[in-house]
């Protein structure tokens, strides 16, 4: 009697161990090794940002607020709506961890990023092992966990937690969509419709290209049966519907704030050229490391198996995804600025090189059962400076509000926003009153006295004794619709102050308590009532499909024995290499990466000194890299801009604006580090040029810049190479 002739039930009984599930998580967690063993996160880029605001969120969400739509330590104090229009889930689901489990929300943070490598090997495993077998989902899942872009850059130098979710939500979403479209368990349109809204509401860019993912994966393997794809679609849909409390009244609602567009200095872009070569190891010695945007080794090596199965006219799903993944790679260099796009590419040349085993089965009888070893092995050792992520930060990140409003004033940015990120202002000009955690009222007023009694992330509370009736108050808080007022239980019009604000107008009583808090909007409320209905809309598919289900059993082809075994001794290796070697022997010698620089060592009389530079001209423009060191704690951040100096007229040429050195506020730098700062200068036709550098104090005086020897350059740097 074959297995298939056996009852369900028996054949359950007799399946064999999926050892490949457990080794694709071994892996998944080695990957991120660092976020579980270190204490801190390497904090001088965006997760900084969003440590902040799963405070705010974990504070709101203490406070009985089930969705928080307001940051109220922003914009000096007046509040911005910031958790309105971005996507919630990079910050509620560590906030959730936060409240429950850590306490800590650099800890919670961490935890997410180890959370999403998990899904993210998980779900890739399980997306390729339906289709093609156990063997090629390890092999996909390590390509895509272990790719530059997912392992180091986006969670570890950019700090971009919102598309490292994404991307592990991405193979879930597509895994669920494939087995309704197969007719799998009664949970499966539950599944679909969950990861759906999980992408929305944490990346919603993500969310589009994987609804496109889902039917092309759907079309190619149903044969564009329309009965098996209209299902998982519509569960989408339901998923799209699932979110309306977030992008209903964020799309609504878009025009009532200002939108103050926000780039970084200097602008990280996607050079063609780096695309397609090997990833460097992090140089210790630099303080904000320069992402290398590169694809890797091992999914260039491993797609182009896909790439030969096509050019012998083999076409499967492994070959659509390399078309795919070429088409990415044409919108990467049509469009540098969109960096998340290296992502969805990876994942895409992940797919497309998991058949490598399939594709040449035929020729490796004999090495059968070290194929997949080998081909581990191969995208370990090719993918080695992915594992070792930078040095985390030092001492512990101060979240208070208090904090939050120090952040702003020392001019480091918005605390609970990226620096990429769009600011959603509520204010209509810049702001001559600032407010403070103490007080959002004048506290003493010819005819009014007032002192605050609480302050929260969406609300205030003041005791009001009023000497003359009626007045009109100037409340420093931003304008936004669901501003709502209570005087002693009476309501209370709110109204946007001509010089920003809110304006009220109390009469009755003399004393009383008045309260400001935000509340809904009919867009608000119709939204949750849209996400409520879905909810229980796909509550009763669930119930209904549990009460119809005809027992199913998925056969899958597993790992051998001798895969196992030898993908488990694989795990192990790396375990003792990270755990001996990863903190020491793994890392390169400091400073490294100014070899091939040209030596400069220029100081200023403030501690900011010029160590090397790197340039480089063309007819057209001139591309040069300056590097930086403090030689001391620097108190002040100062600005440095460079232009090209005529050398006939000594007249300095469209100067770059001014900015931080490599972008970062020079009071937070880390003495003997140094710092990279990039420029392009277009040069003009004719002429002989040379680079000049000048550096400027807060008050706007100028650096003067001296030589090794104590000798007075000037305060202009002129480098000593013409263009």
Not at 200 to 216: H, N
Request: neutral net charge; contains cysteine.
């Amino acid at each position: 009697m074959t297995t298939e002739a056996l009852p369900i039930w028996m054949q359950k009984a007799t399946r064999p161990t999926d050892w490949g599930v457990l080794i694709a998580l071994a892996f998944s967690l080695l990957a991120a090794w660092s976020f579980i063993v270190q204490p801190d996160l390497a904090r001088m880029n965006a997760n900084e940002n969003y440590i902040f605001r799963t405070a705010d969120y974990a504070r709101a969400l203490g406070e009985g607020r089930l969705y928080p739509r307001w940051s109220a330590e922003t914009l000096s104090g007046y509040g911005a709506p910031i958790p309105h229009f971005a996507p919630p889930g990079a910050a509620y689901l560590p906030a959730l961890i936060q409240l429950l489990f850590t306490n800590n929300p650099t800890t919670a943070v961490r935890a997410v990023y180890g959370l999403s490598f998990a899904c993210a090997g998980l779900a890739m495993y399980a997306l390729i092992t339906r289709r093609s077998g156990a063997a090629s989902g390890v092999i996909a899942a390590l390509l895509y966990v272990y790719s530059p872009y997912f392992a180091l850059i986006a969670p570890h130098l950019l700090g971009d937690l919102p598309v490292v979710m994404g991307l592990a939500l991405l193979p879930a979403l597509l895994w669920s969509v494939d087995r309704l479209a197969a007719g799998g368990s009664a949970l499966d349109p539950l599944a679909v419709t969950a990861f759906s809204a999980a992408l929305i509401l944490t990346e919603p860019r993500i969310a589009a290209v994987s609804a496109l993912f889902a039917l092309i994966w759907l079309l190619f393997h149903t044969r564009f049966q329309p009965r098996r794809w209209i299902a998982p679609f519509a569960c989408m849909l339901l998923g799209a519907l699932a979110a309306a409390f977030f992008w209903v009244p964020a799309l609504v609602e878009y025009r009532v704030v200002t939108w103050i567009t926000r780039l970084p200095e200097p602008l990280p872009q996607i050079d063609p050229l780096m695309l397609f070569t090997p990833l460097r190891a992090l140089d210790p010695g630099e303080l904000v490391h320069t992402p290398q945007f590169t694809l890797g080794v091992p999914a260039l090596l491993f797609a182009l198996t896909a790439l030969i199965a096509l050019l012998r006219g083999k076409t499967n799903i492994h070959g659509y995804f390399l078309l795919i993944a070429g088409i990415l790679i044409a919108l990467m260099i049509a469009f540098p600025d969109d960096i998340w796009l290296m992502g969805i590419t990876a994942f895409a040349l992940a797919v497309a090189g998991s058949g490598v085993l399939r594709h040449h089965a035929r020729r490796a009888e004999r090495f059968h059962h070290w194929r997949l070893p080998a081909a581990i092995a191969a995208i370990i050792v090719l993918s080695f400076p992915a594992w070792i992520a930078p040095r985390p930060s030092e001492g512990t990140l101060d979240t208070s509000p208090e904090a939050q409003l120090r952040y702003e004033e020392l001019g480091y940015g918005i605390a609970v926003l990226p620096p990429d990120a769009p600011l959603p202002s509520p204010l209509r000009t810049t702001p001559t009153i600032f407010p403070s955690l103490s007080t959002k009222l004048p506290t003493v007023m010819n005819n009014a006295q007032i002192g605050l009694l609480s302050h929260a992330t969406h609300s205030d509370s003041f005791q009001i004794s009023l000497r003359a009736s009626p007045i009109s108050l100037q409340v420093l808080t931003g304008y936004f619709p669901g501003w709502n007022a209570t005087y002693s239980a009476n309501l209370v019009r709110v109204m946007p102050h001509p010089e920003d604000g809110l304006m009220l107008t109390l009469s009755e009583p003399e004393r009383g308590e008045l309260t400001l808090s935000l509340g809904a909007t009919p867009p608000r409320t119709l939204a949750w009532v849209i996400t409520w209905l879905v909810i229980g809309m796909i509550v009763l598919i669930t119930r209904r499909r549990m009460q119809q289900q005809v027992e199913h059993y998925e056969k899958l082809e597993l790992l051998s024995k001798t895969e196992a075994r030898s993908g488990g001794a694989l795990v192990l290796a790396l375990l003792i290499v990270l755990g001996g070697f990863g903190s020491w022997a793994l890392r390169p010698a400091s400073d490294f990466g100014l070899e091939g620089s040209t030596a400069l060592r220029a100081r200023t009389d403030a501690g900011l000194d010029v160590l090397a530079y790197r340039l480089n001209a063309t007819d057209a423009a001139v591309d040069v890299t300056l590097y930086w060191r403090s030689t001391r704690i620097l108190a002040e951040n100062y600005r440095v801009h460079v232009g090209l100096l005529d050398l006939q007229t000594g007249e300095l040429v469209a100067p770059s604006a001014q900015r931080h050195p490599g972008g970062l506020p020079t009071s937070r730098w880390v003495s003997n580090t140094y710092v990279s700062d990039p420029y392009q200068l277009d040069l003009p036709a004719g002429g002989d040029y040379a680079v000049a550098v000048e550096a400027f104090a807060p008050d706007g005086r100028r650096l003067t810049f001296f030589a090794v020897n104590g000798a007075s350059i000037g305060q202009t740097l002129v480098l000593p190479l013409p263009v």
